[in-house]
């Protein structure tokens, strides 16, 4: 699984990018959930995600025919948008 993490020191976020074709078993919804809870830990955030909130946004973007699937986490919170 490829999995894309930039993190912008300048504004302390984190955004992490998968792409759709990338979510094939419960393995890669885990390892997505686990990097999310992992990285809000640092902004002392409760993502309040599951794995299978995770495969509804999958499943959702699919429909809409998006490429990737993105999770921006920091300060403000964290937002998840494909």
Do not use: W
Not at 58 to 71: G, L, M, Q, Y
Request: aromatic share 6%; proline share 2%; charged share 35%.
């Amino acid at each position: 699984m490829k999995i894309d993490v930039v993190q912008d020191a300048k504004d302390h976020t984190y955004t992490i990018a998968v792409k759709i074709d990338q979510f094939k078993t419960l393995r890669d919804y885990e390892v997505i959930h686990n990097l999310i809870n992992a990285i809000s830990l640092d902004f002392d955030l409760d993502p309040e995600i599951s794995v299978e909130d995770l495969k509804n946004i999958v499943i959702e973007a699919r429909k809409e025919e998006a490429d990737e699937v993105t999770c921006d986490i920091g300060p403000e919170g964290i937002d998840i948008e494909f």
